[in-house]
Protein backbone atom coordinates (compact mmCIF):
# COMPACT_ATOMS: atom_id res chain seq x y z
CA UNK A 1 0.00 0.00 0.00
CA UNK A 2 1.36 3.57 -0.40
CA UNK A 3 1.37 6.16 1.71
CA UNK A 4 -0.62 9.33 1.29
CA UNK A 5 0.32 12.40 -1.00
CA UNK A 6 0.91 14.26 1.82
CA UNK A 7 3.45 12.00 3.81
CA UNK A 8 5.89 11.71 0.90
CA UNK A 9 8.42 14.21 0.98
CA UNK A 10 10.33 15.11 -1.35
CA UNK A 11 13.28 12.74 -0.60
CA UNK A 12 10.85 9.81 -1.93
CA UNK A 13 11.71 11.52 -5.58
CA UNK A 14 14.85 10.25 -6.82
CA UNK A 15 16.78 12.37 -9.51
CA UNK A 16 18.65 11.23 -12.56
CA UNK A 17 21.55 13.65 -13.56
CA UNK A 18 19.83 16.40 -11.34
CA UNK A 19 16.32 15.58 -13.07
CA UNK A 20 13.55 14.99 -10.84
CA UNK A 21 12.12 11.09 -11.83
CA UNK A 22 8.55 12.70 -12.14
CA UNK A 23 7.28 15.57 -13.35
CA UNK A 24 3.90 17.19 -14.75
CA UNK A 25 3.50 16.89 -18.40
CA UNK A 26 0.91 19.57 -19.35
CA UNK A 27 -0.25 18.15 -22.87
CA UNK A 28 -3.09 19.32 -24.51
CA UNK A 29 -3.49 21.67 -21.18
CA UNK A 30 -4.74 24.49 -22.59
CA UNK A 31 -7.67 25.75 -20.69
CA UNK A 32 -5.33 28.67 -19.42
CA UNK A 33 -6.94 28.96 -15.69
CA UNK A 34 -6.46 25.25 -15.03
CA UNK A 35 -3.42 24.50 -16.79
CA UNK A 36 -2.17 27.24 -14.05
CA UNK A 37 -3.98 25.48 -11.62
CA UNK A 38 -2.14 22.05 -11.89
CA UNK A 39 0.77 23.61 -12.69
CA UNK A 40 0.37 25.10 -8.80
CA UNK A 41 -1.20 22.27 -7.52
CA UNK A 42 1.75 19.58 -8.64
CA UNK A 43 4.79 22.16 -7.18
CA UNK A 44 2.72 22.48 -3.94
CA UNK A 45 1.75 18.72 -3.46
CA UNK A 46 6.05 18.25 -4.30
CA UNK A 47 6.15 18.52 -7.72
CA UNK A 48 9.77 20.00 -8.90
CA UNK A 49 9.82 19.22 -12.69
CA UNK A 50 7.31 20.79 -14.76
CA UNK A 51 7.34 20.16 -18.83
CA UNK A 52 5.46 22.09 -21.68
CA UNK A 53 6.46 23.32 -25.38
CA UNK A 54 5.81 25.85 -27.63
CA UNK A 55 3.90 23.46 -29.46
CA UNK A 56 1.14 23.00 -26.20
CA UNK A 57 0.15 26.85 -26.57
CA UNK A 58 0.62 26.99 -22.75
CA UNK A 59 3.94 28.22 -21.88
CA UNK A 60 2.14 31.82 -20.40
CA UNK A 61 -0.39 29.86 -17.85
CA UNK A 62 2.69 26.97 -16.99
CA UNK A 63 4.59 30.14 -16.24
CA UNK A 64 1.68 31.73 -14.21
CA UNK A 65 1.48 27.95 -12.78
CA UNK A 66 5.20 28.59 -10.97
CA UNK A 67 4.73 32.38 -10.12
CA UNK A 68 1.85 31.22 -8.29
CA UNK A 69 3.12 28.05 -5.97
CA UNK A 70 4.52 28.84 -2.72
CA UNK A 71 7.95 26.98 -4.35
CA UNK A 72 11.29 29.28 -5.03
CA UNK A 73 11.67 29.39 -9.02
CA UNK A 74 14.94 27.86 -8.45
CA UNK A 75 13.56 24.52 -6.98
CA UNK A 76 11.34 24.06 -9.77
CA UNK A 77 13.15 22.11 -12.81
CA UNK A 78 11.31 23.44 -15.64
CA UNK A 79 11.70 22.17 -19.57
CA UNK A 80 10.18 23.69 -22.72
CA UNK A 81 10.38 22.63 -26.15
CA UNK A 82 11.52 24.22 -29.70
CA UNK A 83 8.46 23.26 -32.29
CA UNK A 84 9.70 21.98 -35.72
CA UNK A 85 8.61 24.94 -37.65
CA UNK A 86 10.78 26.85 -35.22
CA UNK A 87 14.65 25.10 -35.65
CA UNK A 88 16.10 27.77 -38.22
CA UNK A 89 19.30 28.89 -36.11
CA UNK A 90 17.75 32.49 -36.09
CA UNK A 91 13.93 31.39 -35.36
CA UNK A 92 15.83 29.08 -32.27
CA UNK A 93 17.51 32.15 -31.03
CA UNK A 94 14.12 33.96 -31.40
CA UNK A 95 11.46 31.77 -30.04
CA UNK A 96 13.22 30.64 -27.18
CA UNK A 97 13.80 33.66 -25.99
CA UNK A 98 9.88 34.19 -26.70
CA UNK A 99 9.18 31.31 -24.53
CA UNK A 100 11.18 32.48 -22.06
CA UNK A 101 9.14 35.87 -22.11
CA UNK A 102 5.45 33.72 -22.09
CA UNK A 103 7.00 31.72 -18.98
CA UNK A 104 7.99 34.74 -17.43
CA UNK A 105 11.65 33.36 -16.31
CA UNK A 106 15.24 34.15 -17.61
CA UNK A 107 16.10 30.65 -17.95
CA UNK A 108 14.64 27.04 -18.54
CA UNK A 109 16.32 24.35 -17.18
CA UNK A 110 16.01 22.26 -20.06
CA UNK A 111 15.41 22.80 -23.43
CA UNK A 112 14.32 20.07 -26.35
CA UNK A 113 14.51 19.82 -29.92
CA UNK A 114 10.59 18.61 -30.24
CA UNK A 115 10.80 16.47 -32.85
CA UNK A 116 14.21 16.14 -36.13
CA UNK A 117 11.87 17.26 -38.34
CA UNK A 118 10.64 20.01 -41.04
CA UNK A 119 13.14 22.95 -39.79
CA UNK A 120 15.48 20.38 -38.26
CA UNK A 121 18.82 20.98 -39.24
CA UNK A 122 21.52 19.35 -37.01
CA UNK A 123 24.52 21.80 -37.48
CA UNK A 124 22.47 25.10 -37.77
CA UNK A 125 19.74 24.09 -35.33
CA UNK A 126 22.33 22.89 -32.54
CA UNK A 127 24.48 25.49 -33.08
CA UNK A 128 21.58 27.80 -31.99
CA UNK A 129 20.93 25.71 -29.00
CA UNK A 130 24.91 25.83 -28.22
CA UNK A 131 24.58 29.62 -28.44
CA UNK A 132 22.27 29.44 -25.83
CA UNK A 133 23.80 27.59 -23.69
CA UNK A 134 26.58 29.57 -23.50
CA UNK A 135 24.29 32.82 -23.05
CA UNK A 136 22.79 30.68 -20.05
CA UNK A 137 19.83 31.18 -20.59
CA UNK A 138 19.59 27.42 -21.48
CA UNK A 139 21.01 25.20 -18.39
CA UNK A 140 21.22 21.77 -20.26
CA UNK A 141 20.45 21.06 -23.61
CA UNK A 142 17.81 18.09 -24.54
CA UNK A 143 17.06 16.24 -27.73
CA UNK A 144 12.62 14.59 -28.29
CA UNK A 145 11.92 11.84 -30.70
CA UNK A 146 15.69 11.47 -31.73
CA UNK A 147 16.31 7.74 -33.28
CA UNK A 148 19.85 6.22 -31.63
CA UNK A 149 21.48 7.14 -35.04
CA UNK A 150 20.31 10.70 -34.68
CA UNK A 151 21.33 10.71 -31.08
CA UNK A 152 24.59 9.93 -32.05
CA UNK A 153 25.11 12.51 -34.15
CA UNK A 154 23.74 15.08 -32.58
CA UNK A 155 26.02 14.47 -29.92
CA UNK A 156 28.80 14.40 -32.32
CA UNK A 157 27.54 18.39 -33.58
CA UNK A 158 27.18 19.76 -29.69
CA UNK A 159 29.37 21.29 -27.49
CA UNK A 160 27.05 21.34 -24.71
CA UNK A 161 26.24 17.84 -23.33
CA UNK A 162 22.73 16.48 -24.34
CA UNK A 163 21.00 15.78 -20.79
CA UNK A 164 18.22 13.58 -22.01
CA UNK A 165 16.44 12.58 -24.78
CA UNK A 166 12.08 12.48 -24.48
CA UNK A 167 10.66 9.49 -26.04
CA UNK A 168 7.23 7.64 -25.82
CA UNK A 169 7.65 5.05 -23.34
CA UNK A 170 5.43 2.55 -21.30
CA UNK A 171 4.98 -0.60 -20.78
CA UNK A 172 3.57 -0.79 -24.53
CA UNK A 173 6.46 0.36 -26.03
CA UNK A 174 9.75 -0.18 -23.82
CA UNK A 175 11.70 0.79 -26.45
CA UNK A 176 14.85 -1.22 -25.04
CA UNK A 177 17.16 -0.47 -28.04
CA UNK A 178 16.81 3.56 -27.41
CA UNK A 179 16.97 2.90 -23.97
CA UNK A 180 20.56 1.61 -24.45
CA UNK A 181 21.89 4.05 -27.36
CA UNK A 182 20.64 6.68 -24.60
CA UNK A 183 22.76 4.51 -21.61
CA UNK A 184 25.72 4.62 -24.42
CA UNK A 185 25.98 8.22 -24.62
CA UNK A 186 24.56 9.19 -20.88
CA UNK A 187 21.40 10.39 -21.96
CA UNK A 188 18.66 9.99 -19.55
CA UNK A 189 15.75 8.66 -21.28
CA UNK A 190 11.97 11.22 -20.31
CA UNK A 191 9.31 9.04 -20.64
CA UNK A 192 6.38 11.19 -22.24
CA UNK A 193 2.65 9.53 -22.69
CA UNK A 194 3.96 6.93 -19.67
CA UNK A 195 0.88 5.32 -19.68
CA UNK A 196 -0.06 4.98 -23.01
CA UNK A 197 -2.55 7.74 -22.97
CA UNK A 198 -4.65 5.28 -20.70
CA UNK A 199 -3.91 1.85 -22.73
CA UNK A 200 -2.17 0.77 -19.67
CA UNK A 201 -5.61 0.58 -17.61
CA UNK A 202 -6.73 -2.05 -19.57
CA UNK A 203 -3.68 -4.84 -19.62
CA UNK A 204 -4.60 -7.73 -17.61
CA UNK A 205 -1.30 -7.48 -16.24
CA UNK A 206 -0.93 -4.20 -14.77
CA UNK A 207 -4.26 -4.54 -13.55
CA UNK A 208 -2.74 -7.42 -11.39
CA UNK A 209 0.29 -6.16 -10.22
CA UNK A 210 -1.73 -3.26 -9.31
CA UNK A 211 -4.48 -5.23 -7.13
CA UNK A 212 -1.30 -7.07 -5.60
CA UNK A 213 -0.26 -3.55 -4.13
CA UNK A 214 -3.67 -2.01 -3.28
CA UNK A 215 -2.71 1.06 -6.09
CA UNK A 216 -3.94 1.96 -9.08
CA UNK A 217 -2.51 1.31 -12.71
CA UNK A 218 -0.79 4.43 -13.46
CA UNK A 219 0.93 3.86 -10.14
CA UNK A 220 2.62 0.72 -11.33
CA UNK A 221 3.17 2.04 -14.89
CA UNK A 222 5.29 4.76 -13.22
CA UNK A 223 7.24 2.92 -10.79
CA UNK A 224 8.13 0.48 -13.51
CA UNK A 225 9.71 3.01 -15.56
CA UNK A 226 11.37 4.48 -12.43
CA UNK A 227 12.66 0.64 -12.46
CA UNK A 228 14.25 1.50 -15.45
CA UNK A 229 16.05 4.49 -14.55
CA UNK A 230 13.62 6.17 -16.66
CA UNK A 231 12.08 9.82 -15.84
CA UNK A 232 8.37 10.20 -16.33
CA UNK A 233 6.23 13.34 -16.93
CA UNK A 234 2.56 11.86 -16.81
CA UNK A 235 -0.07 14.88 -17.61
CA UNK A 236 -2.93 15.55 -15.19
CA UNK A 237 -5.17 18.55 -14.68
CA UNK A 238 -7.29 17.72 -12.22
CA UNK A 239 -5.77 17.56 -7.93
CA UNK A 240 -6.78 13.38 -7.62
CA UNK A 241 -4.97 12.46 -10.64
CA UNK A 242 -2.07 14.84 -10.18
CA UNK A 243 -2.31 13.04 -6.48
CA UNK A 244 -2.34 9.80 -7.09
CA UNK A 245 0.54 9.92 -9.82
CA UNK A 246 2.65 11.47 -7.03
CA UNK A 247 1.91 8.96 -4.78
CA UNK A 248 3.69 5.92 -7.37
CA UNK A 249 6.92 7.43 -5.70
CA UNK A 250 6.36 4.96 -2.94
CA UNK A 251 5.33 1.93 -4.47
CA UNK A 252 8.48 -0.72 -4.92
CA UNK A 253 7.77 -2.72 -6.75
CA UNK A 254 9.37 -6.61 -6.70
CA UNK A 255 11.16 -8.98 -9.21
CA UNK A 256 8.28 -11.32 -10.16
CA UNK A 257 6.21 -7.45 -10.57
CA UNK A 258 8.66 -6.25 -13.03
CA UNK A 259 8.88 -9.56 -14.81
CA UNK A 260 5.57 -9.27 -15.12
CA UNK A 261 5.38 -6.27 -16.90
CA UNK A 262 7.96 -7.11 -18.86
CA UNK A 263 6.50 -9.99 -20.56
CA UNK A 264 3.70 -7.96 -21.87
CA UNK A 265 4.11 -9.05 -25.47
CA UNK A 266 2.11 -5.76 -27.14
CA UNK A 267 4.40 -2.72 -28.96
CA UNK A 268 1.50 -0.13 -29.10
CA UNK A 269 2.97 3.60 -30.13
CA UNK A 270 0.02 6.35 -29.52
CA UNK A 271 2.03 9.17 -31.35
CA UNK A 272 2.91 8.84 -34.56
CA UNK A 273 3.13 12.04 -36.78
CA UNK A 274 3.43 11.45 -40.35
CA UNK A 275 7.03 13.47 -39.78
CA UNK A 276 8.19 10.93 -37.23
CA UNK A 277 11.46 9.43 -37.80
CA UNK A 278 10.91 6.16 -37.87
CA UNK A 279 8.13 6.62 -40.73
Not at 63 to 84: N, Q, S
Not at 152 to 173: F, K, S, W, Y
Not at 186 to 191: F, I, K, M, P, T
Request: proline share 5%.
Amino acid sequence: MTNSADEISLENCPTASGVPMLGLGTWQNTDAEACTESVRTALEMGYRHIDTAQAYDNEEAVGEGIARADVDREDVFLATKIWIDNLSGEDVLETARESLDRLGVDYVDLLYVHWPAREYDPEETLAAFDQLYDEGLIENVGVSNFLPEQLEEAAEILDAPILANQVELHPLLPQEELREACAAHDVEVVAYSPLARGEVFDRPEIGEVAEKHGVSEAQVSLAWLREKGVIAIPKATGEAHIRDNWESLALELDEEDVETIDAIDARERQVDPDFGPWN
